[in-house]
């Protein structure tokens, strides 16, 4: 019963680097959801995807991409790295419809971006 | 633009004494209105919920209140024990078609220490 499962947990990228965090799940959910923490922020949706094929921005996306092409993964690419993306970024999923308020979320990868 | 804030970063409380979490949000569209908890290094896990056709929800020690006309919610945990030590975020959803997939926004988190 693996829920949501983020990898890696830590990273640590220098300015102008590329890296892809991990998210997948199988809860056969079919919405699935990026977040960033910042201190004091709160949490802030990036992208999200309502299925396999679809996905949108949030409030935050730029200097992001995401792509959803199987139910159970989605991940989160980061193209030149920013000081400002440094932050914890937690993936979660859920049924949608009249589930869609449940969320399960993984426990999150810390990124530095130096 | 927020629309659900959490203006008190952090709260202590004695262990055995009642924590009271605060919440007020700005959209009138909001249908449903949710806690999550947080511990360290781990993702926030759903705690309790309430529906906007109520005012108030209880489960064990955790009970909400929601106050629509002052757009104000209320997180009460009676009795505080140090195992409830961490961050509580506040979230809410505003249904299709306002929000056209429903997705939640959440506020800043209160961190609560409970302290023995």
């Known amino acids: 019963n693996a829920g949501v499962t983020q990898t890696p947990k830590f990273r640590i990228l220098k300015i102008g680097q590329s890296m892809t965090l991990q998210c997948t799940q199988d809860?056969?959910?079919?919405?699935m959801y990026w977040y960033r923490q910042d201190p004091g922020m709160g949490l802030k949706l990036i992208y999200y995807?309502?299925?396999?094929?679809?996905?949108d921005k949030g409030e935050v996306p730029n200097g992001y991409n995401v792509s959803r092409s199987t139910t159970e993964d989605f991940p989160l690419r980061l193209e030149l790295a920013a000081p400002s993306q440094t932050s914890v970024y937690f993936c979660?999923?859920?049924?949608?419809?009249?589930?869609?308020?449940?969320?399960?979320f993984g426990s999150g990868t810390r990124l530095t971006v130096v | 633009d927020q629309q659900v804030k959490q203006n008190s970063p952090s709260l202590s409380v004695q262990e055995g004494r009642i924590s009271i979490l605060n919440c007020d949000y700005t959209?009138?569209?909001?249908?449903?209105f949710l806690w999550y908890k947080k511990y360290p290094a781990e993702g926030p896990t759903f705690l309790i919920s309430?529906?906007?056709?109520?005012d108030k929800n209880e489960d064990g020690r955790f009970t909400v209140f929601l106050n629509k006309s002052a757009k104000h919610l209320s997180l009460h945990i009676v009795p505080s024990q140090p195992g409830d030590s961490a961050v509580y975020f506040c979230?809410?959803?505003?249904?299709?078609?306002?929000?056209?997939?429903?997705?939640?926004?959440f506020g800043a988190g209160t961190q609560v220490v409970v302290t023995p």
């Open positions: 979660a999923s859920t049924y949608g419809g009249g589930q869609g308020l449940y969320y399960t």
């Open positions: 809860m056969n959910h079919n919405y």
């Open positions: 995807s309502v299925g396999a094929g679809i996905t």
């Open positions: 959209n009138s569209m909001f249908d449903y």
């Open positions: 309430i529906s906007s056709i109520k």
């Open positions: 979230a809410a959803r505003a249904p299709p078609p306002t929000d056209s997939w429903g997705k939640l926004q």
